[in-house]
């Protein structure tokens, strides 16, 4: 309770990375929840998509005292934020055994069950070869001698639902508030859906790829307000990233969304809604990773932006949209992103 965590403080202080100190039994938890209270008491105040220090209180105000490498505490177990992709490829990208997912908490894993997101090892190796399959429908003809069991198979299920269904429906959220606020992007996507399906034929998997600007507008609201916002991984041994010596049982932390809303990577309108950004292809590897990167990067990816895709070029064909005046600015991480006071929209069918 006190020796190890100040020995494990002294070993980074060595290093150069600082952090807000260790307190016994605590560590940081309960200066992280005051933020999180007083974050959450007031709204954004704007409409204005700088939301870092609204979502993650603490991240903000940390990295912002400490730099983008700082180190925290939850109990008396350290936690290791990363925030440049170099660091981050490295431990998301690693296909060793060096590093491993953090399991569910108790809170979370009656949602998720015992499906993959939280195994490690051999166990989920097997578990992603069978359910790779699932997204994959040329495979799913061949793969026999692999089978798991109805438990198993349960837990998949939950992991889906929830994994699946969660995100996808508030990066659609997100994107309905996005055009809302930005009428021009909207009229844009509606005259690129109307040119590929016309007015009345219903978007379907054909052609999705013609719906260039509706994907870049996808793109973009992944990037400002990624349903998921942090990764985490716990070090399995001592290991060395990049220059920093790593104990094992660390865990590492890359918050997602404060690499997105980077200015140093994204310039200084990183907090600007561009979907052009995506126009041409860029490497962004370690910069923008809304679906995770690497061996455990998210199995239902493409079937999460066919179906934000579809779901969007629906909407827009049928109906144009405005906040309405009831609509209070205020994103808040309830294990997704999710707007604070729901998302008051006024639809109006074309
Ligand atoms: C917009 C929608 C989605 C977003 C933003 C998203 C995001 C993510 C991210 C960031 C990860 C990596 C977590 C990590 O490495 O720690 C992940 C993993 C995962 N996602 Fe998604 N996801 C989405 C949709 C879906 C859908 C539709 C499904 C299934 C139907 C799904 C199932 C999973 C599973 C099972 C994993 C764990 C993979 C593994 O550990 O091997 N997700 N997702």
């Avoid at 996507?189 to 399906?197: C, G």
Wanted: hydrophobic letters at 40%; one cysteine or more.
């Amino acid at each position: 309770i006190i020796w190890v965590p100040w020995r494990i403080q002294q070993h980074f202080k060595t290093q150069g990375i600082g952090g807000p100190g260790y307190r016994p039994i605590s560590g940081n938890v309960g200066e992280l929840q005051r933020m999180y209270a007083e974050a959450q008491s007031k709204s954004m105040g704007g409409l204005q998509h700088d939301i870092l220090h609204r979502v993650l209180p603490y991240y903000s105000r940390w990295s912002g005292a400490y730099g983008k490498t700082f180190i925290w505490w939850v109990g008396t177990k350290p936690r290791l934020a990363l925030a440049d992709p170099e660091p981050i490829k490295e431990v998301f990208l690693n296909t060793g055994v060096s590093y491993d997912k953090v399991g569910f908490s108790p809170l979370t894993r009656p949602l998720f069950g015992d499906g993959l997101g939280g195994l490690n090892g051999e166990k989920w190796a097997l578990h992603r070869r069978i359910t790779n399959q699932a997204f994959n429908m040329e495979r799913v003809k061949h793969g026999e001698e692999e089978k798991l069991t109805v438990q198993e198979v349960i837990d998949e299920c939950k992991t889906f639902y929830f994994a699946g269904k969660e995100t996808t429906g508030n990066l659609l959220t997100w994107a309905l508030v996005l055009l809302a606020m930005h009428q021009e992007w909207q009229t844009k996507a509606r005259e690129e859906v109307v040119q590929v399906y016309g007015h009345t034929m219903s978007p379907s998997a054909d052609n999705l790829r013609e719906l260039k600007i509706v994907g870049m507008i996808i793109n973009e609201t992944l990037r400002l307000y990624p349903p998921t916002q942090t990764m985490s991984r716990v070090s399995t041994k001592n290991v060395m990233l990049g220059r920093v010596d790593v104990p094992a049982g660390t865990e590492i932390y890359s918050a997602m969304i404060g690499v997105h809303h980077d200015t140093q990577i994204w310039g200084e309108d990183a907090n600007e809604f561009n979907p052009l950004r995506f126009k041409e292809p860029r490497n962004q590897l370690g910069s923008f990773f809304p679906f995770g990167l690497g061996p455990r990067i998210c199995i239902g990816q493409n079937f999460a932006m066919m179906e934000a895709k579809i779901v969007l070029a629906m909407i827009i064909q049928q109906y144009s949209f405005v906040l309405s005046p009831t609509y209070v600015h205020a994103p808040t991480q309830i294990l997704t992103l999710q707007p604070q006071y729901g998302a008051h929209i006024l639809f109006t069918r074309i």
